[in-house]
């Protein structure tokens, strides 16, 4: 009785395919790296804690590149589009990593 009751519960419990839309311009010592639209998803039982990683070599070592992540209101999951309009690359953020070949 309790495998059923089990295999029950785990079957209507289903993860829904969840998406942020974000759009904006990066910078980079002054200058445009042209307009950036980035739309990532999960499937998530619950809601996802939506980010956006960017990759780039705005200020890095040579031979080397740097990933910054910056939050998304949670707001915007499958709801319209995150204008972050100019968004520098140029400081280091909080949770920043670089990667050296």
């Known amino acids: 009785m309790r495998l059923f009751i089990f295999s029950l519960l785990a079957a209507t419990v ?7 839309t974000v759009r904006g311009t ?3 010592n002054r200058e445009r790296w042209a307009n ?11 809601k996802i804690e ?5 990759t780039h070599h705005c200020k ?3 031979g080397c590149s740097r990933a910054s992540e910056y939050d ?17 690359l ?12």
């Open 72 to 88: 998304v209101p949670r707001e915007y999951i499958d709801n319209g589009v995150y204008d972050i309009s100019y968004l520098s």
């Open 90 to 101: 140029d400081p280091t953020v909080h949770n920043e990593k670089e990667h050296c070949n």
């Open 26 to 28: 990066l910078i980079c």
């Open 36 to 46: 950036a639209k980035i739309t990532g998803g999960e499937s998530e039982v619950s």
């Open 60 to 62: 890095a070592r040579h």
């Open 50 to 54: 939506p980010f956006i990683r960017v």
């Open 14 to 20: 289903t993860a829904n395919m969840q998406t942020v």
